[in-house]
């Protein structure tokens, strides 16, 4: 079974920027690689998607124009960077693997999920 293993989280004040990392054990990126976020009481919400060669990506309106997803194939590793991080922006943050035929920003279509990394913004 494949494993996504995520790091980078922790705890940031608001403004500031914060790099997540995803790598899967035992096998290389799948096609399509997305993150997704839950805080406490809400539901998983998508953030961000990418294809293999980087080329073609999408992003939830409420982090478009200050998170950027990219992969380096080489490293098998998919990053989100976000910037001017908001307490909203509070949540656990999961990597997910898809090895369909196109980008989704649907975590039902997502097969495999890593355990998630914690991110909290004080304000």
């Known amino acids: 079974q494949v494993q996504l293993v995520e790091s980078g989280g922790g705890l940031v004040q608001a403004g500031d920027s914060l790099r997540l990392s995803c790598t899967p054990s035992?096998?290389?990126?799948?096609?399509?690689m997305g993150w997704f976020r839950q805080a406490p009481g809400k539901e998983r919400e998508f953030v961000a998607a990418?294809?293999?060669?980087?080329?073609?990506?999408r992003y939830a309106d409420s982090v478009k124009g200050r998170s950027t997803i990219s992969r380096d194939n080489a490293k098998n590793t998919v990053y989100l960077q976000m910037s001017r991080l908001t307490p909203d922006d509070s949540a656990v943050y999961y990597c997910a693997a898809r090895s369909g035929v196109a980008l989704t920003t649907t975590a039902s279509r997502y097969d495999y999920w890593g355990q998630g990394t914690q991110v909290t913004v004080s304000s």
């Open positions: 990418i294809n293999w060669s980087g080329g073609s990506t």
């Open positions: 035992r096998r290389t990126l799948s096609r399509y």
